[in-house]
């Protein structure tokens, strides 16, 4: 018995109230003829008793010729001949029919009831919502029923399905507000106003695939180990569409555990009746063979462009030898009729075929050693998308050229995958070191020559002995150009991380001589790089080891301009105020006389003292203080000027907002901190998502912005 029953003939009522009466019957109730309506429909019954388009039109003219008597046997008559469950849904329409033109017929309306009872009794508020929205008594409107059969729809225990959060039960219904309570399995508890829940919320069959995974979820986890094509079958056959391998995931999360998730599906995934596409999203469609499913993927493959083809050649080859055979054929033809206009993707084609090369061996490896003794194959080899394709495509040209190490070499000016760069670095390492070292010279002296081999380079140095061997005086003058330089522009921040304690510079730093660490110092005044609590930590180091480039250097701290105003103020106070009138004092005092007991006169020289020496140390802060500009704040990370939540990873769930500013704006009752402290230390340079260990608890670090 379906739970939508009102629901499912909604939309039928309309169209039978427009029906025409027949011209007969017409004839008949115009004229008064009564008895010549009863015989037709008397007749037709005999032959069509589930004719609706019939009988309602006639009922509804006699009730409008206020006949309600007659039409009240008439209806009795139709209503025993549709007697018996085949006709029960017939029965119905014809019932909820009848109320839209005669809203108090006591029989349409209780047959309604008892129907809506039978299917929903065992609702435990079928009453309290029955009588809450007036569906008993003459008074009792067709739309309180059509609102009964909806709340009860969604009444407690209810198992519903809801996408993006899963399956659920209804665990509280309030119908005075309006609200429906679902207890999710991964999403908790949600509410939801009627109109909602009746728009978004499915509710769940006991056949379903989600009402199994409410009530039968050990049965589903084994049969997910055992038969991972019969649980795919199942959850499609359910949902009756094709899904994203996200969506699949989702739905199937408590049942394949999410760590085996990779392993799992790559199992299941290889059932001959699954077709799975390709891209960054592939879908996932279900058939009910093998062969359907090749038949569409051919249908997929053929429709495709050559770039989608391939895609799909990767995930299909290997199906059956026919499907192999065609996927083969047709991209080498496409590839060679490409390979002017696309090189590096007929390329990629060719490569991908040596394990499917059955009947096109010989042309391919025609077509392959073309490409890849061409004068420009560094550059077609580096357009090849695929990462491990183009790996197999730098070991051809080892195997086919002769000169494959001038190739190598403009591969590594070129590449921009890590781990390609090192496969490149250490093959040329071992058979031409010199060619080698030429390539690595140029680059570190000049980025643009490749700047992701620079920036591949930067990260070994510390690694590898021959590399940190460059980390000199002259890397650092290139470095701290390259930061101002529009081509490195995306990788600055990775490049600022360098001057770090450990970093390459900063053991480059290490090694200045002394002239070298005076010019590397005007150097980051010039550039303005790195960042300022970077500049600060480095200038510290280097002046601790060379004293003599003290002298005369001034150290630099950072403040607000809030701050900053306030200690004008209060120098500009000390100077025009507070020591001309305590020097004031101090004459009076002196006049006084014996200066041996003159409490007065040594109060006040004492006051002088400490005045003089706050407004020395004012005016040296002063000249030292350096404005942090709120606007130049770089928020990628923690550093001065920034201002971020950081959430407790306990269950407690603490959230604090810190600030970092400098000594001056320092408040650490209100988590302002100057970034002189250990605690603020411990959190400059920190991104987004890191944990960070502050006050010795462990906190996620949150949004960060500028303090202002």
Not at 116 to 129: D, H, Q, R, V
Not at 321 to 326: E, Y
Not at 505 to 521: M, N, P, V, Y
Not at 618 to 625: F, I, T
Request: hydrophobic share 35%; aromatic share 6%; net charge negative.
């Amino acid at each position: 018995m379906s739970k939508t029953i009102l629901e499912r003939i909604r939309h039928s009522v309309r169209p039978l109230l427009s029906e025409k009466v027949p011209p007969q019957a017409r004839a008949a109730i115009e004229s008064g003829n009564l008895d010549d309506v009863d015989d037709m429909v008397m007749n037709h019954l005999e032959n069509s008793p589930e004719d609706l388009k019939y009988y309602v039109p006639i009922l509804s003219a006699l009730v409008k010729k206020k006949e309600t008597e007659h039409t009240g046997t008439l209806l009795q008559l139709i209503v025993e001949m549709l007697q018996g469950e085949q006709h029960r849904d017939t029965e119905t329409l014809l019932m909820r029919s009848v109320l839209e033109f005669w809203p108090d017929n006591e029989l349409a309306r209780n047959r309604l009831l008892e129907r809506l009872s039978e299917a929903y009794g065992s609702s435990p508020n079928f009453k309290a919502i029955a009588k809450h929205v007036g569906a008993f008594g003459p008074e009792s409107s067709p739309e309180a029923l059509d609102q009964l059969e909806t709340w009860v729809r969604y009444d407690v225990g209810t198992p519903v399905y809801l996408p993006a959060r899963g399956a659920g039960r209804v665990t509280e219904i309030n119908v005075k507000l309006g609200k429906v309570r679902v207890t999710f399995q991964s999403a908790g508890l949600m509410s939801f106003g009627l109109a909602e829940a009746n728009k978004t919320l499915e509710v769940l069959e006991e056949d379903h695939f989600f009402y199994a995974k409410l009530e039968r979820m050990e049965e589903l986890q084994k049969l997910a180990k055992d038969d991972p094509g019969e649980l795919l079958r199942q959850l499609f056959a359910s949902v009756n569409k094709t899904l994203t391998t996200s969506e699949l995931k989702e739905m199937l999360s408590g049942i394949v555990d999410a760590k085996r998730w990779s392993t799992w599906w790559s199992k299941a995934k290889k059932d001959s009746r699954l077709v799975v596409g390709s891209g960054a999203r592939p879908s996932v469609k279900w058939t009910d063979s093998a062969e359907a499913a090749e038949s569409q993927i051919v249908d997929q493959f053929k429709q495709a462009d050559l770039r989608e083809k391939l895609a799909i050649a990767r995930k299909q080859l290997g199906r059956s030898a026919d499907l192999d055979g065609m996927i083969a054929h047709e991209l080498l033809d496409e590839a060679i009729r490409d390979k002017e206009d696309r090189p590096s993707l007929a390329l990629e084609i060719l490569v991908d075929l040596e394990k499917h090369a059955d009947g096109v061996g010989e042309m391919r490896m025609q077509e392959l050693k073309h490409l890849i003794c061409r004068d420009d194959t560094a550059e077609i080899v580096v357009g090849v998308a695929d990462r491990n394709t183009r790996r197999r495509c730098i070991a051809l040209v080892e195997e086919c050229r002769q000169d494959w190490i001038e190739i190598y070499t403009r591969l590594l000016t070129e590449e921009s995958d890590n781990q390609l760069l090192k496969y490149l670095y250490d093959t040329l390492a071992k058979k031409d070191a010199h060619s080698l070292q030429k390539v690595v010279g140029e680059v570190l002296a000049q980025p643009d020559n490749g700047v992701n081999f620079y920036l591949w380079l930067c990260r070994e140095m510390n690694a590898r002995a021959e590399l940190a061997q460059k980390a000199d005086w002259q890397f650092l003058q290139v470095l701290l150009t390259s930061l101002g330089k529009e081509s490195l522009k995306p990788a600055r921040t990775e490049l600022r991380g360098y001057f770090d304690s450990g970093g390459p510079a900063d053991r480059a730093i290490d090694g200045l001589s002394e002239e070298e660490a005076r010019q590397f110092l005007e150097l980051m005044e010039r550039t303005g790089e790195p960042e300022e609590y970077r500049q600060a930590r480095i200038r510290g180091k280097i002046l601790a080891r060379y004293r003599s480039l003290s002298e005369g250097e001034t150290e630099t701290f950072y403040v607000t301009e809030q701050a900053l105003e306030e200690k004008r103020k209060e120098f500009e106070k000390l100077i025009k105020v507070d020591i001309p009138q305590n020097t004031v004092d101090l004459k009076t005092a002196k006049e006084h006389g014996d200066l041996k007991e003159n409490f007065e006169y040594h109060a006040a020289r004492a006051r002088q003292e400490l005045l003089s020496s706050r407004a020395k140390s004012l005016h040296d802060q002063l000249g030292q203080a350096r404005l942090i500009d709120p606007h130049k704040v770089d928020i990628s990370h923690i550093s001065i000027g920034t201002r971020t939540t950081l959430t407790s990873v306990n269950d407690s769930g603490d959230v604090l907002k810190v600030t970092i500013l400098g000594p001056w704006d320092s408040q650490p009752r209100e988590h302002i901190l100057s970034y002189t402290t250990p605690q603020a230390e411990a959190l400059i340079g920190a991104r987004p998502g890191e944990k960070v260990i502050f006050q010795e608890q462990e906190y996620t670090i949150g949004h960060i912005e500028s303090w202002k």
